[in-house]
């Protein structure tokens, strides 16, 4: 069983600065892409960020410039890094990992429980 815990989310003022961490634990025999996604209260969950293999990334528009996702090689943790936050990133923060448990096995998505950021003064 694959679990996904996110941590780091807290109240912050706006430009600040925050670290999000996700612990990937379980059976994972190898993973594609992790990425982290945001929803805010009655909106849509959004792609904030996504690493794929290790290394190629991409960021959604409003966050390019502020916020670096990264990884480690064993694929166990997956970072966001926030800058200069902004009132309008607020949200719960999930993480999610593409990822099969055997070698044979599918690719599946797997999901944290979300982690909250409010950005406020």
């Known amino acids: 069983q694959v679990r996904l815990v996110e941590s780091g989310g807290t109240l912050v003022q706006p430009g600040g600065s925050l670290r999000l961490s996700c612990a990937a634990s379980?059976?994972?025999?190898?993973?594609?892409?992790m990425a982290w996604y945001r929803q805010s209260e009655g909106k849509q969950r959004d792609l904030v960020a996504q690493?794929?293999?290790?290394?190629?990334?991409t960021y959604a528009d409003s966050v390019k410039g502020r916020f670096t996702i990264s990884g480690d090689n064993t694929w166990n943790r997956v970072y966001l890094q926030m800058n200069n936050l902004k009132p309008e990133d607020t949200a719960v923060y999930y993480c999610?990992?593409?990822?099969?448990?055997?070698?044979?096995?599918?690719?599946?998505?797997?999901w944290g429980q979300g982690t909250q950021v409010t950005v406020s003064s």
């Open positions: 999610s990992a593409d990822l099969k448990t055997s070698i044979r096995g599918p690719y599946d998505t797997y």
């Open positions: 690493i794929v293999e290790g290394a190629s990334t």
């Open positions: 379980g059976t994972i025999f190898k993973a594609s892409a």
